[in-house]
């Protein structure tokens, strides 16, 4: 149990979002801490009697106004205004999130071990299609991978952009200067990782998230992922190196990471790799290729929780992972959209069950 109590600011950007920051925000209310905290919603293009709801609810709003809306500078501008010495821990949701059971409680006590940056484990709060079936499975994996599996030998969790809490002070001076990019939560592991501050991840601490159900949307937000991630391979490649002979292994991890290409990308193109060697004669065999799918396969279905695979939709979503491949393709022609917009993902409205919150 904390010995402190600490105050706590749980900020929910909300970029056009009227219907979900109103069941969102609700929810966030009537979340139980033993200490203080306030809900926080950043309105960025809400209706006005959105505001006034939400205002009525008990929610705090900031209203913001760019040119070219990001959730960086949405937040940014939100530190600006709040009183610095108000606070001591900044929590970020997305606007379609929902804190599980004691999920204030877990983080206020991670800060009190020490740690200043801290990542809860987001998981589906929605799997009705295949598309949010297979977008739930891909979430656990990333999950299992890159913060269970880095946290357990001795690296920094990755942040995932919501359910995600910092150090009050330090928040705002990581999000310095966070520019019009589209992947502020890279952005920030980079930023941290250059500072040598440890994120820890809380895998049994959960928020829920709704996942992509349909193909459109899918193609809108890899696209989105994908831009993000040339970006910073782009930025700190170079500076990975530098880093990496200055002994700061977690920075040289993180440029490594963006080498990586996506995953169903990965997987289109050994499928490809492997079709085309059977009738190609020259080149790597056949067994080469069906090796490294076979691998690859095994590698993702490991990192999987066992609560999938009693799920009969598991199987409908692995038959709709050559139409997510293809969305991908379409995903990576696209990148140059997020010149014009940062692609944000639309989200609907959906009944909060109690449980999840108390």
């Given at each position: 149990m904390?010995?402190?109590?600490?105050?706590?600011?749980?900020?929910?950007?909300?970029?056009?979002?009227?219907?979900?920051?109103?069941?969102?925000?609700?929810?966030?209310?009537?979340?139980?801490?033993?200490?203080?905290?306030?809900?926080?919603?950043?309105?960025?293009?809400?209706?006005?009697?959105?505001?006034?709801?939400?205002q009525?609810?008990?929610?705090?709003?900031?209203?913001?106004?760019?040119?070219?809306?990001?959730?960086g500078k949405?937040?940014?501008?939100?530190?600006?205004?709040?009183?610095?010495?108000?606070?001591?821990?900044?929590v970020?949701?997305?606007?379609?999130?929902?804190?599980?059971?004691?999920?204030?409680?877990?983080?206020?006590n991670?800060?009190?071990?020490?740690?200043?940056?801290?990542?809860?484990?987001?998981?589906?709060?929605?799997?009705?299609?295949?598309?949010?079936f297979?977008?739930?499975?891909?979430?656990?994996?990333?999950?299992h991978?890159?913060?269970?599996?880095?946290?357990?030998?001795?690296?920094?969790?990755?942040?995932?952009?919501?359910?995600?809490?910092?150090?009050?002070?330090?928040?705002?001076?990581?999000?310095?200067?966070?520019?019009?990019?589209?992947?502020?939560?890279?952005?920030?592991?980079?930023?941290?990782?250059?500072?040598?501050?440890?994120?820890?991840?809380?895998?049994?601490?959960?928020?829920?998230?709704?996942?992509?159900e349909?193909a459109?949307?899918?193609?809108?937000?890899?696209?989105?992922?994908?831009?993000?991630q040339?970006?910073?391979?782009?930025?700190?490649?170079?500076?990975?190196?530098?880093?990496?002979?200055?002994?700061?292994?977690?920075?040289?991890?993180?440029?490594?990471?963006?080498?990586?290409?996506?995953?169903?990308?990965?997987?289109?193109?050994?499928?490809?790799?492997f079709?085309?060697?059977?009738?190609?004669?020259?080149?790597?065999?056949?067994?080469?290729?069906?090796?490294?799918?076979?691998?690859?396969?095994?590698?993702?279905?490991?990192?999987?929780?066992?609560?999938?695979?009693?799920?009969?939709?598991l199987?409908e979503?692995?038959?709709?992972?050559?139409?997510?491949?293809?969305?991908?393709?379409?995903?990576l022609?696209?990148?140059?959209k997020?010149?014009?917009?940062?692609?944000?993902?639309?989200?609907?409205?959906?009944?909060?069950?109690?449980?999840?919150?108390?």
């Amino acid at each position: 149990m904390a010995k402190v109590k600490r105050k706590i600011c749980v900020l929910i950007p909300a970029y056009k979002e009227n219907e979900v920051v109103l069941e969102s925000s609700k929810a966030a209310l009537q979340h139980v801490y033993s200490g203080e905290f306030d809900i926080c919603v950043i309105a960025d293009g809400l209706e006005p009697e959105t505001i006034t709801t939400l205002q009525q609810q008990g929610a705090g709003v900031i209203e913001v106004n760019f040119e070219r809306s990001t959730k960086g500078k949405a937040l940014l501008t939100a530190l600006d205004i709040l009183p610095s010495s108000e606070y001591d821990i900044a929590v970020v949701l997305d606007v379609d999130n929902i804190m599980g059971k004691n999920f204030l409680e877990e983080v206020n006590n991670a800060f009190d071990s020490g740690y200043k940056v801290v990542q809860a484990h987001r998981t589906a709060k929605n799997m009705e299609t295949s598309f949010a079936f297979l977008d739930a499975c891909n979430e656990e994996i990333n999950n299992h991978i890159y913060r269970k599996g880095h946290f357990a030998v001795g690296l920094s969790s990755a942040l995932i952009g919501s359910g995600m809490a910092f150090d009050y002070t330090y928040f705002k001076k990581l999000l310095s200067g966070i520019g019009e990019t589209v992947g502020e939560d890279k952005e920030l592991d980079f930023r941290i990782a250059k500072d040598q501050v440890k994120i820890c991840y809380l895998n049994d601490v959960y928020v829920y998230d709704e996942k992509i159900e349909n193909a459109q949307v899918f193609t809108q937000q890899r696209t989105r992922w994908i831009a993000s991630q040339l970006e910073f391979l782009k930025k700190y490649a170079g500076e990975g190196v530098v880093q990496l002979f200055k002994g700061n292994l977690e920075f040289f991890n993180k440029v490594v990471q963006a080498f990586l290409v996506p995953r169903m990308l990965l997987i289109g193109t050994l499928g490809l790799f492997f079709l085309l060697s059977i009738v190609v004669p020259f080149g790597p065999p056949v067994s080469f290729w069906a090796a490294l799918l076979v691998m690859l396969s095994a590698s993702l279905f490991v990192a999987l929780p066992g609560k999938f695979y009693q799920d009969k939709r598991l199987w409908e979503a692995i038959v709709r992972i050559p139409y997510a491949v293809f969305c991908m393709c379409l995903a990576l022609l696209r990148v140059n959209k997020t010149k014009a917009s940062f692609l944000p993902t639309p989200h609907k409205a959906k009944e909060v069950s109690t449980q999840v919150n108390n």
